[in-house]
């Protein structure tokens, strides 16, 4: 099933969002693409609610793996002693992993995916999580569609 597919199933808002979530675990399934071409296609009243269900998407999509991480993070074993060291290190910084996670999340640098992955593990907590990923989506969703609406 392609993304066409899934726009005329379910249509342009439904649609964005299953693309979103679908994208936020398949990284060959590009939603910043997929939002270009809606930005050109779609009316411009339609754009900002568009942007919203992105990054909702986004969030649905991310949380899953998140939480894996987060029952990683309380396993015993030969890991253990890595993360904690890594856990320790980010400590001295207080809101550094969330900073970097904002940071990934508008610009996808590091790689948002791995950012995301390892947000659970380093004890950033569920709703701090998810208002972040959609803030930090949204910003960079909102920031894509308006300049091409602008430029079309």
């Known amino acids: 099933m392609t993304a066409h597919d899934v726009f005329a199933a379910c249509g342009i808002y439904a649609g964005t969002f299953v693309v979103a979530?679908?994208?936020?675990?398949?990284?060959?399934?590009?939603?910043?693409?997929?939002?270009?071409?809606?930005?050109?296609?779609?009316?411009?009243?339609?754009?900002?609610?568009?942007?919203?269900?992105?990054?909702?998407?986004?969030?649905?999509?991310?949380?899953?793996?998140?939480?894996?991480?987060?029952?990683?993070?309380?396993?015993?074993?030969?890991?253990?002693?890595?993360?904690?060291r890594m856990r320790a290190w980010l400590t001295r910084w207080e809101r550094a992993p969330r900073t970097v996670l904002m940071a990934s999340a508008v610009l996808g640098l590091p790689p948002f995916s791995l950012v995301a992955t390892a947000a659970g593990v380093l004890g950033i907590g569920p709703r701090t999580f998810a208002s972040i990923v959609f803030v930090g989506r949204g910003l960079r969703f909102a920031a894509i569609v308006g300049i091409v609406a602008l430029r079309a």
């Open 21 to 84: 979530a679908i994208s936020s675990v398949i990284p060959f399934v590009a939603i910043d693409v997929v939002l270009v071409g809606i930005a050109l296609a779609a009316p411009a009243a339609a754009l900002p609610l568009v942007v919203a269900l992105a990054a909702a998407g986004q969030v649905v999509g991310k949380l899953p793996i998140y939480a894996a991480t987060r029952g990683v993070a309380a396993m015993r074993g030969r890991h253990r002693a890595r993360i904690e």
